[in-house]
């Protein structure tokens, strides 16, 4: 099956909202083998919408849209969709039903607005929303399958998994011939992965097998596809370029599950290590102790964070001497290995790892530029600094920041000596 996405709202075209549903929606479907052939946001036009729909029909079986399913004045989703399969509205009783119920419960008054999501075109299978008040909305129209979902994420990936979904696997019957495999790598960048460390794999790209690189916040995804006429054949094929990976970068793969993130892959190895972690944070700001209680269950192996900014706190918390912050200014190693030194022994932890950096996009300098970032970890047995540069952009160095003193401490829990990007250490 060949699938269309169209993304409805004025507010994705002009950038006030980001429009992460056609990257879900279209990871969703080829999850489940169904092939997206194209993706398209329109703004709140009848005529727009209609122009795409025809045209969208002409290349897919099904069309996937969300967004302006909304109780205002300018989403036009449905009133389009009533027109352009024929019809009349009627009253969904159900979900007029759920919303007074939701409505009393939290104690605001019903709009007629709102009362209005009730109404749907007779020619539709309503898909009944229980993460929200504006159902979903399942047409089948010339030939065509037309899935009508509300924009908000949390709603539309709802109705995805618990209703379209199932509708779609009873039309498409069961299809194992096609088998992916997943692989998350850190600390290191696309083009090293792809040409130092794995290398040439154009003896494993048979026929039916592909490779793609996905990169993410928290570093590079791998996908490995095959096809073949079974699962389990379409899985041998790609058997080979699986292992070959593995052998290659197996210090850069923190999991092989898709979608898994770099802090619950730490937050699993601290849990089996039996070993907790506390945090000392400067240029971070209290963001990798964020990331960190991100993960279910952190309150097992998180002890907690000195968020010390000012280089006063940093002498007052974490006991670094004033000499150290003048002869070597609280951007460096040695000020580093006191934090992180400090902050296991002062919460209690087995763990302590510090960060302190320039996140810009000023105050950096030409023997420490903006971007410089510093990370000290202790355990007891080790006890390191390690240095690196980022970019000019605050929220980029703060992310990136976290992320690679999780990838370190990954590390050295899984005995790879080798640091995030190749950095060298300093030892304490």
């Not at 080829?30 to 092939?35: G, K, N, R, W």
């Not at 009393?104 to 008040?133: H, M, W, Y």
């Not at 504006?134 to 065509?144: D, I, K, L, Q, S």
């Not at 355990?379 to 605050?394: I, L, P, S, V, Y």
Request: proline residues 4%; aromatic residues 6%.
């Amino acid at each position: 099956m060949r699938a269309s996405i169209l993304t409805i709202g004025n507010e994705l075209l002009i950038g006030d909202i980001i429009n992460t549903n056609a990257a879900w929606i279209g990871t969703f479907l080829t999850e489940h083998d169904i092939e997206p052939v194209r993706s398209v946001t329109v703004g709140d036009s009848e005529a727009e919408i209609v122009h795409h729909l025809r045209d969208c029909a002409k290349v897919s079986e099904l069309i996937i849209i969300t967004g302006g399913l909304g109780p205002t004045h300018d989403d036009v989703t449905k009133h389009t969709l009533l027109r352009y399969t024929g019809g009349r509205f009627t009253e969904h009783t159900p979900t007029r039903e759920f919303i007074e119920y939701n409505f009393k419960k939290r104690g605001i008054p019903i709009s007629k607005s709102n009362l209005g999501q009730a109404q749907v075109p007779d020619t539709c299978e309503v898909l009944f929303n229980k993460a929200g008040t504006a159902p979903g909305m399942w047409f089948e129209h010339e030939g065509c399958i037309l899935v009508s979902l509300p924009g908000v994420p949390v709603e539309m990936k709802y109705l995805m998994e618990k209703e379209v979904w199932p509708r779609l696997a009873q039309k498409l019957g069961t299809n194992g011939s096609i088998f992916r495999h997943y692989m998350q790598t850190a600390g290191i960048g696309e083009s090293t992965l792809s040409d130092i460390e794995i290398g040439d794999v154009s003896d494993k790209l048979i026929e039916g097998v592909q490779l793609a690189f996905l990169p993410h916040s928290h570093g590079v995804g791998l996908r490995i596809s095959s096809t073949g006429g079974t699962t389990e054949e379409a899985r041998a094929k790609a058997l080979p370029l699986i292992k070959h990976i593995r052998s290659k970068a197996r210090e850069h793969i923190y999991s092989e599950v898709q979608g898994d993130d770099l802090p619950a892959a730490v937050g699993r190895l601290l849990e089996h290590s039996k070993k907790t972690i506390a945090t000392a944070e400067s240029c971070t700001g209290g963001l990798l102790g964020s990331m960190i209680t991100d993960v279910p269950g952190s309150s097992g192996w998180y002890n907690g964070s000195i968020v010390a900014y000012q280089n006063e706190l940093k002498t007052a918390l974490l006991d670094v001497p004033e000499s150290v912050l003048k002869a070597h200014g609280a951007v460096s190693a040695e000020t580093a290995l006191i934090m992180a030194k400090a902050a296991a022994e002062k919460l209690g932890a087995d763990i302590g790892l510090s960060t302190t950096g320039i996140a810009g996009p000023g105050g950096g300098s030409e023997e420490k530029p903006v971007g410089l970032v510093w990370f000290g970890y202790y355990d007891g047995e080790r006890h390191f600094a390690m240095r690196a540069q980022f970019f000019k952009n605050r929220k980029m160095n703060k992310e990136r920041t976290a992320l690679v003193a999780l990838d370190i401490t990954r590390r050295v829990l899984t005995g790879v000596t080798r640091m995030p990007y190749d950095a060298p250490v300093i030892i304490g």
